[in-house]
């Protein structure tokens, strides 16, 4: 199984780089661009399967039959669009803290991101499935929370990364338990993006996140519910 590869982290995810408030918003632009037009690369492997499930025989399997196939497409395409949303999420976290280090943080959390991102993106290809047509509205939408969350300051912005994070490592189990037996190749990038986004709760929490009060935990959560709902078939 082969995905996408490469060194292409958008010039505004690279380390060691000192830029004005005017270029981070240029370089967030071609994040844009990348994410929205399908540009985007993975650095790391495509993930391999995991223990206890067997290596496919194809890209599509002969025992995935066409429902199964349509159903791992589905999901695959929920997924996609919530890498969608972590671009946007990050990109306007890290433009809205004023912390360098903080914003490192960021960066590095988002380049994570667009392999997922890039391996969702492959996946649903082979599948012969396609991205949601609405991703350009979620990524808008997104960007706006992010930019909300960090306009009430750092400590607030990562308790809105590890809420986020916990929230999606939590939705990647549940669709652990859903994608198809035979689909090891989708159940492998999910089962590595689960794994990734708890360490970015960790990372966000360590780096003092503050526990968000209930109630917007509750709404993003039906927030969350009604993007997976409609990706699910749009
Ligand atoms: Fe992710
Ligand atoms: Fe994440």
């Not at 661009?33 to 495509?46: D, M, N, Q, V, Y």
């Not at 935990?217 to 009604?226: L, Q, S, T």
Request: proline share 5%.
């Amino acid at each position: 199984m082969s995905g996408k590869r490469g060194l292409s982290a958008p010039i505004g995810y690279r380390f060691g780089m000192e830029m004005s408030l005017v270029d981070r918003w240029i370089c967030g632009a071609e994040v844009a661009l990348r994410t929205l037009s399908g540009g985007s690369r993975a650095e790391r492997a495509t993930p391999l399967p995991v223990p206890g499930d067997a290596a496919p025989d194809a890209v599509v399997p002969a025992g995935l039959g066409a429902e199964d196939k349509r159903l791992s497409g589905a999901l695959m395409r929920v997924n996609h669009v919530g890498e969608v949303c972590a671009q946007a999420l990050y990109q306007a976290q890290a433009l809205a803290t004023k912390d360098p280090a903080l914003r490192e943080q960021m960066a590095h959390a988002a380049r994570e991101e667009i392999d997922h991102l890039a391996w969702t993106e492959t996946r649903l290809a082979e599948l012969g499935d396609r991205p949601s047509l609405l991703n350009p509205l979620w990524y808008g939408g997104a960007f706006m929370i992010g930019l909300a969350a960090g306009r009430l300051g750092d400590r607030v912005s990562l308790g809105f990364v590890v809420e986020t994070e916990r929230q999606v490592e939590q939705h990647l189990a549940s669709h652990l338990d859903r994608l198809p037996a035979a689909d090891a190749a989708s159940r492998a990038i999910v089962a590595q993006m689960k794994a990734d986004e708890a360490a970015h709760a960790v990372a966000a929490q360590n780096a003092g996140g503050i526990e968000l009060p209930a109630p917007i935990r509750a709404a993003m959560r039906a927030a969350a519910k009604v993007m997976t709902t409609t990706a699910h078939y749009l």
